[in-house]
């Protein structure tokens, strides 16, 4: 990714208009910086399936997952245009059952999972330049178990699905973005 940010960045549904002048917030000034970076990750996944019986299917899956690093959609000045935030990625590990009863009547599925991120994206409203910033957090960890059971009744179909997580040891550091330098 590389390119020249002229003047204020303002985001209009995913386009950018560099030569807006209207700042986003009154103390900011127009500026000119280049900027550039790559990112790219190879990720892989795995699934394991047994039928139990021709009724019941157990899985295990573990798959990794990547989101590209960036830059702000809105810096405030030109020291922030030229800040990347890093990349995020996440390993996931889920067991499940996927099962049929009452001569295919009643399905019930159940499915434990957890999620480890490494380095996870998260928008902030920052101090140092008056605006919205994302940054990376320290590493998170989303556990959970989520059920579904579905019978159809006549005329309509009974579905039940609830849910439970829970996250982790996530720690945003106070301040991600360094000190403005000119």
Same mark, same amino acid.
């Given at each position: 990714?590389? %390119?020249? !940010?002229?003047?204020?960045?303002?985001?209009?549904?995913?386009?950018?208009?560099?030569?807006?002048?209207?700042?986003?917030?009154?103390?900011?000034?127009?500026? /000119?910086?280049?900027?550039?970076?790559?990112?790219?990750?190879?990720?892989?996944?795995? !699934?394991?399936?047994?039928?139990?019986?021709?009724?019941?299917?157990?899985?295990?899956?573990?798959?990794? %997952?990547?989101?590209?690093? %960036?830059?702000?959609?809105?810096?405030?000045?030109?020291?922030?245009?030229?800040?990347?935030?890093?990349?995020?990625?996440?390993?996931?590990?889920?067991?499940?059952?996927?099962?049929?009863?009452?001569?295919?009547?009643?399905?019930?599925?159940?499915?434990?999972?957890?999620?480890?991120?490494? /380095?996870?994206?998260?928008?902030?409203?920052?101090?140092?330049?008056?605006?919205?910033? !994302? /940054?990376?957090?320290?590493?998170?960890?989303?556990? %959970?178990?989520?059920?579904?059971?579905?019978?159809?009744?006549?005329?309509?179909?009974?579905?039940?699905?609830?849910?439970?997580?829970? !996250?982790?040891?996530?720690?945003?550091?106070?301040?991600?973005?360094?000190?403005?330098?000119?």
């Amino acid at each position: 990714m590389s %390119g020249d !940010i002229r003047g204020v960045q303002v985001s209009t549904n995913d386009k950018y208009n560099p030569d807006d002048t209207v700042p986003l917030t009154p103390l900011q000034t127009p500026f /000119a910086t280049d900027y550039g970076n790559d990112w790219d990750e190879i990720t892989l996944q795995g !699934i394991l399936e047994y039928e139990v019986s021709d009724n019941i299917l157990t899985y295990l899956t573990v798959g990794e %997952g990547f989101k590209s690093g %960036g830059f702000q959609d809105t810096p405030a000045n030109a020291f922030a245009a030229r800040l990347p935030y890093d990349p995020e990625t996440a390993t996931n590990y889920e067991v499940g059952l996927k099962s049929e009863y009452l001569d295919n009547q009643l399905r019930v599925n159940v499915s434990l999972f957890t999620m480890d991120y490494k /380095a996870l994206q998260v928008s902030y409203t920052s101090d140092e330049c008056l605006g919205n910033v !994302i /940054a990376n957090a320290a590493d998170a960890k989303i556990e %959970g178990i989520e059920t579904r059971s579905c019978m159809p009744l006549p005329r309509r179909c009974c579905c039940r699905s609830p849910a439970h997580r829970s !996250i982790r040891s996530m720690r945003i550091s106070s301040s991600p973005m360094p000190a403005r330098r000119e």
